[in-house]
């Protein structure tokens, strides 16, 4: 069964630090998205994809995050400038076939250590 | 602003018997009803979903109840496995917009 992929599976960085988490969805998907979850708290929405350009986003996706599709197959979340809080395992998903409530399927996660 | 929640963080249900688990939201827009399963140090499955249209789904072991006025749904599983053992996350959309419960971890006990 075709599968979201996330790499990496953990990721360091130091706090100031620019970090870019990349995804490759299932192939044939139009829609993407990024999650996150804070250890202990629940799976957060920060924002959805879809025709190359950015269909929704929460609060949290500020000025310091940003999405790109730079090829057919990547999908990457950047951060500019880390911070401590934004520690947290961030989720890749992709959707649908055209039809926005479609069951998301996820991939296994990137956990992300501010230092 | 918690729209969805789950308000059991655990439950433990001995094997063969039926696990329900629930779940509230506040916001009448969301038309559109998730329930994953997550294993530790893997992202959440789909495990089944319900339309704003209907109040019931029913896929294999997995049942999820639908309840508008209440605003309520909640899954049920029978009977129930020790593989079942995991984290229940629901989650409601409206658009491209998914909000996520805070999960319930299911243990059951062989």
């Known amino acids: 069964e075709p599968e979201v992929t996330q790499t990496p599976s953990h990721q360091v960085t130091q706090m100031g630090q620019e970090v870019i988490l990349r995804c490759v969805p299932i192939?044939?998907?139009?829609?993407f998205y990024w999650y996150r979850q804070i250890l202990g708290q629940k799976v957060e929405f920060l924002v959805s994809f879809y025709n190359n350009e950015i269909s929704e986003k929460s609060e949290i996706f500020d000025d310091q995050f940003s999405v790109e599709r730079p090829d057919g197959s990547n999908f990457t979340l950047k951060i500019r400038s880390t911070k401590l809080e934004d520690s947290a395992m961030y989720f890749c998903?992709?959707?649908?076939?055209?039809?926005?409530?479609?069951?998301?399927?996820f991939g296994d996660g990137t956990r992300l250590s501010i230092l | 602003d918690q729209q969805v929640k789950q308000n059991s963080p655990s439950l433990s249900v001995q094997e063969g018997r039926i696990s329900i688990l629930n779940c509230d939201y506040t916001?009448?827009?969301?038309?559109?009803f998730l329930w994953y399963k997550k294993y530790p140090a893997e992202g959440p499955t789909f495990l089944i979903s319900i339309s704003s249209i209907k109040d019931k789904n029913e896929d294999g072991r997995f049942t999820v109840f639908l309840n508008k006025s209440a605003k309520h749904l909640s899954l049920h599983i029978v009977p129930s496995q020790p593989g079942d053992s995991a984290v229940y996350f629901c989650a409601a959309s409206t658009g491209n917009q998914f909000y996520f419960g805070t999960g319930t971890s299911l243990t059951v006990i062989p």
């Open positions: 998903a992709s959707s649908g076939q055209g039809i926005p409530n479609q069951p998301q399927h």
């Open positions: 916001n009448s827009m969301f038309d559109y």
């Open positions: 192939s044939n998907h139009l829609y």
